[in-house]
């Protein structure tokens, strides 16, 4: 063997791992960092706030006596509260016994019931803050498509005869009247309806005036992204890719890859592309089953190969206002929180398949197939997993802060904490169960195609 042909798969390996690594650590950091501030504002006292676990590499007391360490394993982190056992926040009933009185108040245990409560919801709420954040920030520097719908940049195409261009806004197309690009079904409709030819007849605005030009099909077959973990992934297709036939048909539309895909019943066929720079190529794909959501609630279980498509044109934008870009993070990280929730619904009721649910070499490998398609689409992937982490805490689960949360709702009920014995005996059920659901993902990750 050609030890050589193995570099480019260490390469991607190591980045992938590297890639994981980092949007892990960025997660943990912050959600431990709102248990830590807001347990530091609320009058606990963090004795340390650890990054990973395992042997310490690195460790730095502060002016408040908090220790701050990186470990050996970047697969996690904890605070340790004065008063606990653990990184799980487990009670120590012994180190409790010998505090000070005027040294209880200070400890997770010892605090007023609001202060542990706030404390403990910090985590998944810094979670959820970072989502908005992200998705605000770029979101803000994407902006939103400009209305009326105008040539940013056209991308490159096979084909010959265009004369539309940058800064052109487009009225109508086939003597039929562009919808507002924001109307998603009507302008997904317009789209379809169009003729089925390479080239069509644009009316645009040109420095003032109406004119008619010769503009490409609004949306070819062009490979605008590859979905993670997709059959198109994981073959040598690339963005930019332009499909111009399907076992030697020849598409000019992206609605004709679509269909055929979804008619596949999973058949390998061939898709013939040209790449930017004139070179051609034959790549054979096998669609694959995938449990997409849908808008009105719910499932549907459809033929995928993992290409998203794009307009023939980079749209021109305008720029989004702070608010508004705020308004549609929050609206983002609302519809990523009810799609895992509808999710796990339907995986527990065999709806859908349970290869849904990924462990950590599932997410490691989108991690790095988010990584390789630039830092925007990076970045963007840990604000989804952010919000997806602080969704998993508040799950009512004993070791989780959701389990926390709901011991806590029981002493503000009944005006007493449940007692040590009963909290051992549940904490220990919790890691159970924590525990199974890590090796039925790690399974998932091992034996899911």
């Known amino acids: 063997m050609d030890i050589l042909n193995l570099l480019p798969q260490f390469g991607n390996l190591f980045m992938t791992i590297l890639a994981f690594v980092v949007a892990l650590s960025v997660i943990v950091a912050v959600h431990e960092y709102g248990h830590y501030i807001v347990g530091r504002w609320s009058g606990i006292k963090a ?90 920030v770029v979101m803000m520097s994407q902006g939103e498509t400009a209305e009326p719908l105008t040539v940013g940049a056209l991308r490159p195409l096979p084909v010959e005869g265009v004369s539309l261009r940058p800064g052109d806004q487009v009225l109508a197309i086939e003597d039929r009247v562009l919808p507002a690009f924001g109307e998603g079904e009507g302008f997904g409709g317009f789209i379809d309806d169009l003729p089925r030819r390479a080239l069509l007849d ?21 490979v605008n992204g590859l979905a993670p973990q997709s059959a198109a ?21 992206f609605s004709e ?22 070179e051609t190529l034959v790549v054979p794909i096998t669609p694959r089953r995938v449990d997409e959501p849908q808008d009105e609630g719910g499932f549907s279980t459809e033929w995928r190969v993992g ?21 549609a993070g929050v609206a983002q990280t609302g519809r990523i929180i009810q799609g895992s929730l509808s999710g796990l619904y339907h995986m527990v009721t065999g709806a859908i398949s349970s ?78 169960l924590v525990l199974s659901l890590m090796m039925f993902a790690l399974f998932n990750d091992i034996v899911c195609p």
């Open 47 to 136: 004795e340390v706030f650890s990054l990973g676990f395992g042997p310490v590499l690195w460790s730095r007391m502060d002016r408040h006596g908090t220790r701050w360490q990186v470990a050996l394993l970047p697969f996690g982190g904890f605070v340790k509260f004065l008063g606990d056992a653990d990184a799980a926040s487990g009670k120590d009933a012994a180190a409790m016994a010998t505090t000070p009185p005027e040294r209880l108040r200070q400890t997770m245990h010892g605090a007023p019931l609001w202060a542990r409560t706030v404390t403990v919801a910090a985590g998944p709420v810094f979670n959820f803050i970072l989502s908005i954040l992200v998705f605000a």
């Open 257 to 278: 890859l679509r269909s055929f895909v979804e008619g596949s019943d999973g058949a390998t066929f061939d898709l013939h592309l040209w790449r930017p720079g004139g």
């Open 202 to 222: 644009y009316e645009v605005v040109r420095d003032g005036s109406r004119l008619r030009v010769q503009g490409p099909q609004l949306m070819p077959p062009l």
């Open 233 to 253: 992934f994981a073959s040598d297709m690339r963005t930019g890719d332009v499909i111009t036939a399907i076992n030697d048909t020849p598409i000019v539309t």
């Open 307 to 327: 290409i998203m498509g794009g307009l023939a044109f980079e749209p021109a934008t305008q720029r989004l206002d702070p608010l508004s870009a705020v308004s």
């Open 355 to 432: 290869c849904n649910m990924s462990g950590p070499i599932g997410i490691a490998q989108v991690s790095g197939a988010m990584a390789s398609q630039g830092a925007e689409s990076f970045i963007w992937f840990i604000a989804v997993l952010s919000t997806a982490v602080g969704l998993l805490n508040l799950f009512p689960v004993p070791v989780l802060d959701g389990g926390h949360l709901v011991f806590y709702a029981y002493e503000a009920a009944t005006g007493r904490p449940p007692s040590d014995r009963a909290l051992k005996v549940l904490m220990s059920i919790g890691l159970t």
